[in-house]
């Protein structure tokens, strides 16, 4: 059996904790099983190694950043496997390019082409424990890239799927993933199974368990995912496919996501070809728009409401400058929050919405935007309230149940 285990930043936050992780690969070994281990950087090590390229530079080149961030991993898995030698396995550590990891072009925001697996299948048959610094890769033109933030994830799935590993566990340091934040709802529950689709909406949304590009890649490979916490044996939670689970809870979890931030445009021309413009531009600087409302046009026109990731901000302010002329105000509010309901159950049973619609309300919870998919219902109210609306959303539907 092969597996493949990643460790995140809190599990390799120092030396001691590094040998923690050393000995829960040994046990894995001595078992038998072939293992790939993905790494992180120490925890804090990438936010402070981002802050010295900020020294400098309020926007440092790319380039030069991902040869910094990318440092970090690589410090981790020599680290592991050293510890490993001294437990007497044989070890060794990879970087990004090293294990074969080839990306496009997009510095600090890389997308994985393809893997070369030759190297780790012939270090795998002379039975060495392969330890490879996660969150890089490199491009086709040999530049060193790095794969945006929780990338680390995103590499052990990506690799998994590649080798034909017969597990990817992502270790963190959380039992696993629960029906909402237990830091916000202490009644929360872990979850045992859960599907690709519903897990893929609570990371897009805003759970931080998992990073929503390695579910997806984990959907696409079908990658059996396990996410289990690295300081103690608890069984974790299987991410799987809909149909190895038996029985399916109307709403399995509750997100919020605090980083968000709405843009306004006020009486914009209602002509068609406008929104292209608008969001071409910013697709142009690789912003990606998460929820979009449209008012009915009046008078020849409109008005214009989007979300956004909070960090680009200020990047979006910069694009839309262009527009100020044209339209009577942009307005930006960074003081909301995503709050979403997900569930598979959702897709057969009606009412959930309004039902989440009258919780809110009887708490006097304005919403100011609304997106639905099958299996989602997301909300943007005010950040002030967003904790009070996941513990009133998490009662609703008694998830504690």
């Known amino acids: 059996m092969l597996v493949v285990q990643k460790y995140g930043g809190t599990s390799v936050g120092d030396c001691d904790r590094i040998s923690n992780v050393a000995n829960r690969v040994a046990e894995t070994k001595r ?28 926007i440092p080149n790319l380039r030069e950043s991902d040869m910094v961030l990318s ?25 990004g390019r090293g ?15 393809h893997i070369d697996t030759t190297k780790l299948n012939e270090l795998l048959a002379k039975d060495y ?13 040999g530049e060193v890239t790095t794969l945006g933030r929780g990338g680390s994830d995103l590499s052990a799935v990506a690799l998994a799927g590649a080798l034909g590993a017969d597990l990817c566990e992502i270790y963190t340091d959380v039992d696993g993933v629960y029906t909402t934040d237990p830091r916000i709802e202490p009644k929360a529950k872990k979850i045992d199974k859960i599907s690709y689709d519903e897990m893929l909406e609570l990371a897009s949304m805003g759970a931080k368990v998992l990073l929503n590009r390695s579910v997806e890649m984990a959907k696409k490979l079908d990658v059996n995912l396990v996410t289990r916490n690295s300081f103690n044996n608890n069984e974790g939670t299987l991410i799987t496919k809909e149909t190895e689970i038996m029985e399916h809870p109307i709403v399995s979890g509750i997100a919020l996501d605090k980083n968000q931030a709405r843009v306004s445009i ?18 142009e600087v690789n912003i990606n728009v998460d929820m979009i409302v449209q008012t009915i046009g009046r008078d020849g026109k409109t008005d214009l409401d989007f979300t956004i990731p909070e960090v680009e901000l200020e990047n ?20 909301i929050a995503k709050v979403s309901i997900v569930g598979v159950g959702m897709k057969s049973h009606s009412g959930v919405a309004s039902k989440a619609f009258r ?15 099958e299996i989602k219902v997301s909300m943007i109210i005010s950040l002030k309230y967003a904790e009070l609306a996941i513990r009133t959303l998490h009662a609703t539907y008694e998830l504690e149940k």
């Open 71 to 95: 440092a970090g991993e690589r410090v981790t898995s020599a680290l592991l496997a050293i510890a490993l030698e001294e437990l007497g396995f044989k070890a060794i550590s990879l970087s």
């Open 316 to 335: 979006v302010k910069r694009v839309l400058k262009s527009f100020e002329g044209s339209v009577e105000s942009i307005d930006y509010d960074s003081d």
């Open 31 to 58: 078992k038998g099983h072939g293992v790939v281990v993905v790494v992180s950087a120490m925890s804090g090590e990438t936010d402070k190694l981002l802050g010295y390229t900020k020294h400098f530079s309020k």
């Open 99 to 113: 294990a074969g990891i080839v990306t496009d072009n997009s510095h600090t925001k890389a997308r994985i082409q």
């Open 266 to 283: 006020c009486n914009v021309e209602d002509r068609p070809g406008i929104a292209a413009e608008i969001f071409g531009a910013l697709s």
């Open 129 to 141: 424990i392969v330890v490879v610094a996660g969150f890089q890769g490199v491009s086709e033109s």
């Open 359 to 373: 919780a809110l309300a009887e708490d006097n919870i304005n919403i100011m935007m609304i997106s639905t998919s």
